[in-house]
Structures are given as structure tokens and as C-alpha cells.
T-cell receptor, first 116, second 111 residues
């Protein structure tokens, strides 16, 4: 059945490096995907909405030059955290909109990013 | 703006105990309300939902009632099992798939 696969589940990187997180839709095509971030003890917050073939729409306060989103195909969206810093350490999770019939959101399992 | 507030965890219960996880919301309109559950190593899964006032969502023994007068959507289960151990997220949406979530509440059920 339809599943959203997110990789990696955990990544540790050095400050200043870039990290790419992948979100894939399996057994369905996703024209719209969403990226969320959760800091410890805070709410899961929407960062951006990604539409296949067009630029992502970022929520207020999210730096689009720092969090690069690419949704080049109907089954893959990527989030790249550029020049990561310790304050970017967070839990990142993607979701994809399943269209046709009853629309619903499917979520990936999340990525725990730790920047040293 | 819209927001969701849910009780902080972790919540630790013995098997067969009664569970309540509180959730309140603020919204300018009439949002749909959800509870999602995340089991270890998996993505968030929709547990139940309610789309209008007084609706009761239910699934797998869990229930939540959309209370407009108290702006609440508390999650309840009469008898929890070890397999219910997970993180529970309360959320709302006003129909645009822009979901607002709470902090998540970790539930641990002991045998």
C-alpha cells in the first residue's frame, strides 16, 4: 500500500556541513509534500509546502536559503539543511498528500538531526 | 494564529489503566481535529478524527469528542495495553492541509 519513506532516520554532522533528507512516496504519486520540524518539547511545526515542479512555499520565519527543498519528481522531495549549525539540531518529518478518492496525509518516520 | 496545546508527557500507566491525554485548540474558524500516533521507528499514523462540533472520533478503543464550548479534543481509552506505547499528537486543520500540531505526548504502558 501507499507509504512515505524517509531517510536517513538519524544523522550526526559537523557544524558547517550540509545534510540532505529524502522523502519518497511509495506506490503513489505525491504532487504535494510537506516538511515539518520539531524542537525538543515544542510543537511539530510546518516549515514548508513542496509542490512537484515548482518552488516550495515556506512558512514565516523559515529561511528558504538555509532549508533548500527540491521536489523534482512525483515520488521524491528532498530537504537540504545547508551550512548546518547546532541550533538546526531537530526532528524533521515529511508528509505527502495522497490524492484521488478520499484525500489523506501520510507521514514519514522522521529524521533526527544532530549538529555538533 | 491557530494553535494546539496538549499535555506534556511522558505518561506512564499500568496495563488496563484508563488513559486521558488532554488537547485544546485555538482557531479562527471551525477546524477539523485529529489525533495521530507514532509508534517507534514509524511515521505518524492517523488514529482518529472529528470534523465538526460534537463529533466523536473513535478507533482501536480510543475516543475523542470535538467540544466546541471548551475548545477541546481529549483522547481517552478505557483500558490501555502495552502495545499502545507510542507518541500521540493532537492536530487541527482548517481544510488546507496546513496541519497544526501539538508537542506530542509520549505514552508508556507497563505490563
Amino acid at each position: 500500500g501507499a507509504v512515505v519513506s524517509q531517510h536517513p532516520s538519524r544523522v550526526i554532522c559537523k557544524s558547517g556541513t550540509s545534510v540532505k533528507i529524502e522523502c519518497r512516496s511509495l506506490d503513489f504519486q505525491a504532487t504535494t509534500m510537506f516538511w515539518y520540524r520539531q524542537f525538543p518539547k515544542q510543537s511539530l511545526m510546518l516549515m514548508a509546502t513542496s509542490n512537484e515542479g515548482s518552488k516550495a512555499t515556506y512558512e514565516q520565519g523559515v529561511e528558504k536559503d538555509k532549508f533548500l527543498i527540491n521536489h523534482a519528481s512525483l515520488t521524491l522531495s528532498t530537504l537540504t539543511v545547508t551550512s548546518a549549525h547546532p541550533e538546526d539540531s531537530s526532528f524533521y518529518i515529511c508528509s505527502a498528500l495522497v490524492s484521488g478518492g478520499r484525500e489523506k496525509l501520510l507521514f514519514g518516520s522522521g529524521t533526527q538531526l544532530s549538529v555538533l | 494564529g491557530d494553535s494546539v496545546t496538549q499535555m506534556e508527557g511522558p505518561v506512564t500507566l499500568s496495563e488496563e489503566a484508563f488513559l486521558t491525554i488532554n488537547c485544546t485548540y485555538t482557531a479562527t474558524g471551525y477546524p477539523s481535529l485529529f489525533w495521530y500516533v507514532q509508534y517507534p521507528g514509524e511515521g505518524l499514523q492517523l488514529l482518529l478524527k472529528a470534523t465538526k462540533a460534537d463529533d466523536k472520533g473513535s478507533n482501536k478503543g480510543f475516543e475523542a469528542t470535538y467540544r466546541k464550548e471548551t475548545t477541546s479534543f481529549h483522547l481517552e481509552k478505557g483500558s490501555v495495553q502495552v502495545s499502545d506505547s507510542a507518541v500521540y499528537f493532537c492536530g487541527s486543520t482548517s481544510g488546507t492541509y496546513k496541519y497544526i500540531f501539538g508537542t506530542g505526548t509520549r505514552l508508556k504502558v507497563l505490563a
